[in-house]
């Protein structure tokens, strides 16, 4: 995590050190004597795969982007590639690629930069600009192997479509460590995309706005993220935000068309669902039953599906149906829907029990 460094909380946007650099530790006792500390080189968790093959004894013939760790001592200039496609999958904002080695490091940007590691381990002035003489060699070298590995590649679009969804037990466990899984529309190749270091005052606003909500300080997380939208209107994540606080605020209207407007432009359960619960608060039960029926395409097992879907079917007078959603949105997804199935399951029993005639 960056903690705050280069103004990034968490990680995924930048690939500044703070969340590149990463100790690779191996301990073994009967394979490796020791111990080692190795600082002098850069190495990749492309690297991790052949290593255990190497320290397993097994043949491996294939063409890997990683080497062995074992198999002799590491050139000190050795390059090492590193990407973040985050930016443009999850924000429509420009991807970011790099090469580094011990001593410097470049990253390709809207605004590249050239870092001298050794007197700047920060990371903190950009030499891209500046550097003359042997830096100025470093810089192209660097420049220069990052064309050259990426030259093949296909368009960021045609990257993205060809990106494969998890599967719904993988996104429910992913889930369960606090992330969520959505279906992900990239944004359109051409033109300049935004560079994500400039982005992150964006990204705090969204945090803010969140946080004063979560507190119930409607009015100030209004105020905060409405701006937000104004001058992002296409960025799934400021709409989201928006949509749950107008919701809080009882302004359904509104908030209807801020989930629909987020699911055009990035399709997810999630947002399905909610647009879908104010319809059928609002009786407009096809609409609610298609939109379910999306987000079921989308997350199969998404328990919030069936709590609307039993909704739907109290609403149809249809209490069977609904108790037997209910039932299905426990089993197939008890970590976010037990709970909440369980109390609408004995809440109907009870209104059956009360309508029920002698």
Known sequence: ??????????????????????????????????????????????????????????????????????????????????????????????????????????????????????????????????????????????????????????????????????????????ESLGYVGSVRRAAVDGGQLPDPKDMMPVVHAIDAADNLANAGRLTEALAMIEPVVASFPENPKALLSLGKIYLHLNRLPEAERTFLRANEIRPSARLCILAAQIMLADMRLSEAAKLLDQAETLEPLHGGIFLARGDLFALQGRPDEAIAAYEHAREVDPYRAAAEAQSRIARLHEIMRIVKPP
């Open 1 to 174: 995590e960056s903690l705050g460094e280069h103004e990034e909380a968490t990680h995924s946007k930048l690939i500044y050190d703070s969340t590149m650099r990463v100790p690779l530790i191996i301990s073994h006792p009967s394979l490796i004597r020791g111990p080692y500390v190795v600082d002098g080189v850069v190495v990749s968790v492309a690297d991790i795969l052949p290593t255990v093959v190497d320290l397993l004894g097994l043949a491996d013939t294939s063409l890997r982007d990683g080497r062995s760790l074992l198999a002799g001592r590491a050139n000190r200039n050795r390059l090492c590639y590193m990407e973040t496609l985050a930016p443009y999958l999850d924000e429509g904002w420009s991807p970011l690629f790099g090469m580094r080695r011990h001593a410097d490091k470049y990253v390709l940007a809207p605004k590249p930069e050239y870092f001298d590691l050794v007197a700047d381990p920060g990371e903190l002035e950009n030499l891209y600009d500046t550097v003359v003489g042997d830096a100025l060699v470093s810089r192209d070298l660097l420049v220069g192997e990052l064309a050259s590995k990426t030259a093949d590649s296909g368009s960021l679009a045609a990257v993205a479509a060809s990106a494969q969804e998890p599967d719904s037990e993988t996104l429910r466990r992913l």
